[in-house]
């Protein structure tokens, strides 16, 4: 089997480079994997990324949701993926809410599989009690768009007080996040860019991961802290709600800075239980998160019921 990942477009991505670099690793037997640009006519199965940029898909063709199909972006308005995603045998989507999104259009035949984490890098966390400070780690690029929900960690980062919480900061252009924490009187450690091999050591500093995003595919980082058995807290965005058990191994959070950060408040509070519970619940959490082989596996079976359904 020749499975063909087409990219639509040069622009690079260094997400979908990691992504194909598991397939390649964690293919099954006998299977082929090629990346390009355009469809490789040879190809026993086209998986398209970026299918807005064809103008049209063929026969055998998967395609997989990569975005929030509710964003309001211009790149990825829905309109424009919409006739692609009709044409395709099947869609791979990466929560089950975007997965009701399609339903909801008549799109149904679709398959949920979130990306996973790196066993091999990301390993438990020691079982140990939170001290204060209570450490929130950021890990995403900041958007001048502010997708990711600067407005609402700055409105946290405000009801919060610099005794009880500190930060560590890791993504492309964070310097902006960090000068206006530092000037709340926070104690922030940035990275701009941060090797993949450290991810391990940077989700063990910190006690929570904090997702504050108003729109989302993914984001990745939820698995890789989970595969960690770092607790989450995170609005209900992407797979966030899939794979966080509010009050059990994460919280999520309403978007309403009063109410959340009463919530994160908790943290601080050595007698409060849900300390303890979330740090527990993480690490049971863990068993149930997907690796990238299990990923890879998961997309291969989706694969083989096309060809199937196609022969």
Same mark, same amino acid.
């Given at each position: ?7 639509? *477009?040069? @622009?690079? *991505? ?6 194909? @670099? ?19 006519? =040879? @190809? ?5 990324? !970026? ?30 993926? @919409? ?20 339903? /909801?259009?008549?799109?149904?035949? *679709? ?10 890098? &990301?390993?438990? !966390? ?61 104690? +922030? ?21 904090? +997702? ?13 802290? &989970? ?6 807290? *995170? ?6 709600? =899939?794979?966080?058990?509010?009050? +059990? ?37 863990? =068993? ?12 291969? /079976?989706?694969? !083989?019921? +096309? &060809? /199937?359904?196609?022969?």
């Amino acid at each position: 089997m020749l499975v063909n990942h087409v990219l639509s *477009s040069e @622009a690079r *991505s260094g997400i979908f480079d990691a992504i194909f @670099a598991y397939f390649q690793r964690f293919k099954p037997p006998g299977a082929r994997i090629s990346v390009s640009t355009v469809p490789l006519p =040879d @190809a026993d199965l086209h998986h398209f990324h !970026r299918p807005h940029l064809e103008q049209g898909l063929g026969d055998r063709a998967v395609v997989t949701v990569h975005h929030d199909p509710r964003d309001p972006d211009p790149w990825v308005l829905w309109d424009r993926f @919409a006739p692609r995603y009709a044409e395709a045998r099947h869609i791979i989507c990466l929560n089950r809410g975007q997965q009701r999104f399609l339903a /909801e259009r008549s799109l149904g035949q *679709s398959t949920v599989i979130p990306h996973g984490y790196n066993a091999d890098v &990301l390993t438990p !966390r020691p079982a140990a009690r939170p001290v204060l400070p209570i450490t929130l780690g950021v890990v995403s690029k900041f958007y001048e768009r502010r997708v990711k929900g600067e407005a609402l960690l700055m409105e946290l980062a405000r009801r919060l007080h610099p005794d009880s919480f500190r930060w560590i900061l890791v993504g492309e252009n964070r310097l902006v996040t960090a000068e206006e924490l530092a000037g709340l009187g926070y104690e +922030v450690k940035l990275f701009d860019h941060l090797p993949y091999r450290l991810f391990d050591r940077l989700y063990h500093s910190m006690d929570y991961l904090l +997702v504050c995003s108003t729109f989302e595919g993914g984001p990745a980082n939820i698995p890789e802290a &989970l595969g960690s058995c770092t607790p989450v807290i *995170s609005t209900p965005v992407g797979f966030a709600p =899939d794979l966080i058990d509010d009050d +059990v191994n994460g919280l999520l959070l309403t978007g309403d800075p009063e109410i959340d950060a009463a919530r994160i408040w908790r943290l601080a509070d050595p007698s409060d239980p849900l300390r303890e519970t979330l740090a527990e619940g993480a690490r049971s959490a863990r =068993d149930g998160t997907p690796t990238w082989r299990d990923v890879v596996e998961r997309h291969f /079976e989706v694969y !083989r019921s +096309v &060809l /199937e359904a196609a022969s």
